[in-house]
Nanobody, 119 residues
């Protein structure tokens, strides 16, 4: 089970940190990821991290702006979002799946947390 938190409303240039609490076991081949979906748009990958070694990858449109991390002791994955822009407004979803950690390889989804960035 994946439970997100930390979404909300923020002005452009602000920051938010999303959290994803993971319950249940995941195999070492799993990756944890954040996706987002804006109204009228397809769900897109934002960032992912391999749980086995912490390797992280980002979509080009968030490189240098977002940081994904994991706290294995707390079974939690984070997405630190800085310098937020109105175009970052979307529902953000935590996901767990298998490598290569793209949409079609996701096994579990969280319920989503809304992020709204105003100009």
């Amino acid at each position: 089970q994946l439970v997100e938190s930390g979404g909300g409303s923020v002005q452009a240039g602000g920051s938010l940190r999303l959290s994803c609490a993971v319950s249940g076991s995941t195999s070492s081949s799993y990756c944890m990821a954040w996706f987002r979906q804006a109204p009228g748009r397809e769900r897109e990958g934002v960032a992912y991290i391999y749980t086995s070694d912490g390797t992280a990858r980002y979509a080009d449109f968030v490189k240098g702006q977002f940081t994904i991390s994991q706290d294995n002791a707390k079974n939690t994955v984070y997405l630190q979002m800085n310098s937020l822009k109105p175009e970052d407004t979307a529902m953000y979803y935590c996901a767990a799946g298998k490598r290569p950690c793209v949409l079609s390889y996701v096994d579990y989804w969280g319920q989503g947390t809304q992020v709204t960035v105003s100009s």
